[in-house]
């Protein structure tokens, strides 16, 4: 949906200048895939539309995307996770170019750490991927997310390419990034890319809470504590191209942090002693080929080593010292075959083994290991009737056995089977005017920590069930009739895509973690029902100017209700589930400029809302989350002199300096300003 807002530069004109058609071919290959391929259509962010929000992580910009829920703890080193449509962070998958990124431990995965420095594309999901030719286990979630880096790209005559940035700012911000593309053959290249960053973490807040009389208990300012990161990312990847049909891939990544948890502001504690070290490593290839124009055939193998060390100084909490290892080997094999020109056929097989080593540094005792095998097993259908329908069919049998661990604990399991359909219905095929529509089922299996976990898990736990209704109307008008003289001198509109989804989902067996009576002692359960019912509205446009200004706007809306109805006699029975807002919104409008030599220009401001929440499952006076909001600006410019480009941008986020809460008594930063150089060869 949001691309083809953005597929404004639909025409070829020979005469445009080279930088300004560096823009518009990139944005054409996009309407070309979302028009002719997706049922379900993506939201997306890429390119140049990606770099000029006021985001330093991938989890910053998914928070322009509609129906999407962002946990954040608070400055650069805070952990961030997604929530899609409310079904929980465990029922969203994310891939990192194709391949998903994996936490057996927790589920969870944290996108702070993923810089948008590398990132060419950011898609999301609801249900699945349109394209049945994809792994058994994206099958498998209620909502994906689709991380792709940037790939190389050579001109006649190109060897090699340079890029260098430098990122600093508020609170000590320090964030440089390097990195080549070697052109080693003509059809195989190698990417480099390195980035640093470190940030002392310490802004500004206020502290004030206001008692359900009025009157206000205290209100003062502080100083955020030990919030500070230090981290190393490194990426190499491997791009071989062969015929038109094929290529393989390889990809290895590495990161490295450490950083304090600066904790809760609670009962005047203003300072805690926890500190975290993680390093997540992982090497994925993949191979592809098409064999008779009938026959695709896609490999996947990736080994994964992540390590973390939580140690905890505070004297007033209980003391801590633990290490974790995890490792992940992953198999996949797909295979779809073209029946006829109109239908399509997919099968595809999963593989993955984990382990998970715990081992407590403050007792003399062995690590504890915990293992677990997984297999998935997919059959999907495609038909494609002329340019009027679309209907895609699949279903997932997914069989998860957790054999035991050191300390005797098992789980058995036996095979789970989830279908899905997806719709997709165009009346009027001169119109790009559709009905899109899906249903679908998902699985999602407690985690290691969920079974396993001192004093807390339960190996007998059962995995949660999510039903998924949707249905989406989607219009879409791309003008291809601007002539070179019509965008430089008279303007127009090229551009406009609007969308509402209307959604209904139901969790079962949903996982909690209940009191058992005694201090600090909880135990997991399978105890709840939530019913969501949600409306998304997106709306894109993308409007020439006269004096070559270019005005593109993003506006995303969600009201959703997401109700406890586990039992009747709680009295939090049909409140809203905590810190799901029934209105949330974002606006994102960017006006561009370009000389007639090819200096671009561009102003881009963003503003995001989150309404009223509750902090407990009870929606009372006491558990209320005002709501909150922010406006951020970004002024930049581009520069291109021979093969160099240069590009200087100024962001100020939160530009009123708003005190708000992401998550009750995490203060978020006020006012805070980033300034970016960039070069690139």
């Not at 009962?267 to 026959?295: H, I, K, M």
């Amino acid at each position: 949906m949001a691309l083809c807002a953005h597929s404004v530069f639909a025409f070829d004109d020979a005469e445009l200048d080279s930088l300004y058609r560096r823009f518009q071919i990139e944005e054409v290959e996009v309407t070309a895939r979302v028009l002719d391929k997706d049922v379900i259509k993506p939201q997306t962010l890429k390119g140049a539309e990606l770099q000029r929000l006021n985001a330093l992580s991938v989890a910053d910009a998914l928070r322009y995307f509609s129906g999407v829920q962002i946990k954040d703890y608070g400055g650069v080193g805070g952990i961030k996770t997604i929530n899609i449509r409310s079904m929980g962070s465990q029922h969203t998958a994310v891939y990192y170019n194709g391949v998903q990124l994996g936490n057996a431990q927790n589920g969870q995965i944290d996108l702070g750490r993923f810089s948008l420095d590398n990132m060419e594309e950011i898609q999301l999901y609801n249900g699945q991927k349109s394209d049945i030719f994809q792994s058994a286990r994206e099958f498998g979630s209620a909502g994906n997310v689709y991380l792709t880096t940037r790939k190389p790209y050579f001109k006649e005559g190109e060897k090699v390419h340079l890029h260098a940035k430098m990122r600093f700012g508020s609170f000590a911000l320090a964030n440089p990034n390097v990195g080549v593309d070697v052109r080693l053959t003509d059809k195989m290249a190698l990417t480099f890319d390195a980035e640093y960053m470190y940030s002392d973490g310490k802004y500004p807040f206020r502290y004030r809470r206001v008692l359900p009389s009025g009157e206000t208990a205290y209100d003062t300012t502080a100083v955020r504590q030990n919030g500070d990161i230090n981290a190393v990312r490194t990426e190499l990847g491997l791009h071989h191209y062969y015929r038109t049909t094929g290529f393989w891939r390889i990809h290895a990544y590495n990161y490295y942090s450490e950083r304090g948890i600066p904790g809760a502001i609670v009962n005047n504690v203003w300072r805690n002693g926890e500190r975290l070290w993680d390093r997540n490593s992982f090497v994925q290839a993949q191979w592809q080929d098409e064999w008779f124009d009938r026959w695709n055939t896609r490999l996947v193998a990736k080994y994964a080593n992540d390590y973390t060390h939580y140690k905890n100084f505070d004297e007033r909490l209980l003391p801590s010292d633990n290490e974790y290892t995890q490792q992940e080997i992953y198999l996949s094999l797909a295979n779809k075959v073209k029946v006829f020109n109109w239908w399509d056929l997919s099968l595809a097989y999963d593989y993955q083994y984990n382990t998970l080593d715990r081992l407590n540094l403050l007792l003399e005792e062995a690590p504890e290991r915990f293992i677990r095998h997984s297999h998935w097993l997919s059959a999907a259908t495609a038909f494609n009737i002329k340019e009027y329908l679309r209907l895609q069919a699949s279903v997932l049998m997914t069989h998860v056995m957790n054999p035991g661990s050191s300390i005797g604990n098992q789980q058995l399991s036996v095979p789970k089977v989830t279908p899905g359909t997806f719709l997709s219905f165009r009346p009027y095929p001169e119109i790009d005017l559709s009905i899109n529509a899906f249903y679908k089922q998902s699985y999602r299996y407690p985690t290691f920590n969920d079974l396993y976990y001192t004093d807390l898990g339960n190996a007998s736990l059962r995995p949660e069930l999510a039903r998924q209704h949707s249905v989406e109307l989607a219009y879409n008008i791309v003008n291809r009739s601007f002539s070179r003289q019509a965008v430089f001198e008279h303007g127009g509109l090229s551009s406009l895509s609007v969308a509402v989804s209307y959604y209904y989902n139901r969790v079962t067996d949903k996982i909690i973690a209940y009191p058992k009576g005694q201090q600090f002692r909880w135990t997991m359960l399978n105890l709840g029902t939530v019913k969501i019912n949600g409306v998304d509205a997106k709306a894109d446009m993308s409007l020439f100017l006269p004096l070559r200004f270019v005005l593109r706007t993003r506006l995303n809306y969600t009201y959703q209700t997401a109700i406890d109805l586990t039992n009747a006699n709680d009295s939090y029975y049909g409140h809203q589930i905590p810190y799901i807002p029934k209105h949330s919104g974002s606006v994102v409008a960017a006006l561009d400029w370009q000389s007639k030599r090819g200096d671009h220009y561009g102003l881009n401001y963003s503003f995001i809302y989150v309404g009223e929440r509750y902090s407990q499952q009870e929606n009372t006076i006491y558990n209320y989350v005002q709501p909150w909001y922010t406006h951020d600006l970004t002024v930049y410019g581009e520069w291109g002199i021979k093969r160099w480009w240069l590009k200087a941008n100024l962001e100020i986020n939160n530009l009123l300096g708003q005190d708000y809460e992401v998550i009750q008594n995490y203060p978020m930063p006020k006012q805070n300003v980033r300034c970016t150089i960039a070069v690139k060869y």
